[in-house]
């Protein structure tokens, strides 16, 4: 799918060619979330049911964030697991996993911006000390201003001083990657994950037809290999049975779509991998 596509698909013929000339017309903002709620109702589904990480086995959890399961597949040559996850993005995640559930032998590290107490509050209904052993926060004290993002390194450091304070317990290490910002990425250049006013995200500017659809996934699967070897790392500093998933798969071009609605049950943002590391 290139930039051309603008053109052939509905939603995005009218959001960007037509909408911007009639939004002062009454109807035609009704008319916007029309298109777009038929682009993603066509979307193919999942039908099978969720599959929660509380329900799965392991002493180690590594969510590689926004990975959908064919790029895991693409990227690492291999054949892995499916699972079925509980929301289309990170907030859902949050709500369907940790509303209810006892993780209180859990240590997490997270590189991504929604469990600030605060956000993590709002979608569980729980603050992170009421859920989890300890939270190290990591997208608070290593933020790579760069790359507006956290590099995989800083996330591997947190880990070695959570085995060394808590070794008797649980992990899960959240990396961030391979959700944008794209890392060595020219496709992101101006964005911030995603917290601009602007709200020029990478998908912003694809959906528009801005960007190349190849251009975008080439930059999403080098994002997660750039990730990958830090995992193996993981492996090598906690005890226990290691594995990897993630919290939610992305759209990338379909029907003209990108990033993660976190209400759709789109496959490509709730097939993600689950793959036993050690």
């Keep these: 799918m290139t930039a051309r596509s603008i053109e052939t698909v509905p939603y995005k013929k009218y959001r960007y060619s037509v909408y911007p000339s009639v939004k002062d017309r009454r109807g035609a903002t009704r008319l916007l979330d029309l298109t777009k709620r038929l682009s993603r109702i066509r979307l193919p589904k999942i039908e099978s049911e969720t599959e929660p990480i509380y329900e799965k086995e392991w002493d180690n959890l590594v969510i590689v964030d926004a990975c959908r399961y064919d790029l895991f597949e693409q990227v ?15 907030p859902k995640y949050i709500q369907n996993t940790f509303s209810t559930q006892d993780f209180h032998d859990v240590v997490y590290i997270t ?3 929604w469990f600030t107490p605060e956000k993590f509050e709002r979608l569980a209904g729980r603050r992170p000390e009421d859920v ?10 290593k933020w790579d201003q760069e790359n507006s993002t956290v590099l ?37 250049e101006r964005d911030t994950f995603g917290l601009r006013d602007d709200n020029e995200s990478v998908w912003n500017r694809a959906e528009k037809g801005e960007l190349d659809r190849e251009d975008v996934w080439q930059a999403y699967s080098k994002n997660l290999e750039l990730v990958l070897p830090f995992i193996e790392k993981v492996a090598e500093l906690c005890n226990g049975r290691t594995v990897l998933t993630s919290d939610h798969g992305n759209l990338v071009g379909e029907n003209g779509l990108y990033g993660h609605p976190a209400e759709s049950y789109a496959k490509s943002l709730r097939e993600v991998p689950w793959k036993v590391i050690s």
């Design 76 to 90: 690492t040559e291999e054949k892995v697991e499916k699972r079925v996850t509980v929301g289309g993005g990170t």
């Design 111 to 113: 590189a991504n911006p």
């Design 132 to 141: 989890f052993h300890t939270v190290f926060h990591t997208y608070a004290d």
């Design 152 to 188: 995989p390194e800083k996330v591997v450091e947190d880990v070695e001083t959570a085995e060394k304070l808590f070794p008797d317990k649980r992990k899960i290490v959240h990396f961030i990657q391979p959700h944008h910002p794209f890392v060595n990425s020219r496709l992101d």
